[in-house]
């Protein structure tokens, strides 16, 4: 599942290590789902895109093809 978790994230100015500490995970795994060796629970991902304020769907791009 490809995300654009690291252009927002990077737009507002924050590092990986204070998404990590905000969402309750590692900067690991952060850096994993940006770059697509990861995808996150339901959960998670509502996590972050309400921290942006944005819809799943805006932040995660969901290719059947995948």
């Known amino acids: ?32 789902l940006e770059n697509g060796r990861y995808n996150p629970t339901i959960m998670l991902a509502h996590k972050i895109s309400a921290y942006f304020g944005m819809s799943i769907e805006e932040v995660f791009i969901f290719d059947e093809e995948e």
């Open 1 to 32: 599942m490809k995300n654009r978790i690291e252009e927002i994230r990077k737009q507002r100015g924050i590092r990986q290590e204070e998404l990590a500490k905000l969402m309750g995970v590692s900067r690991q795994t952060i850096s994993s």
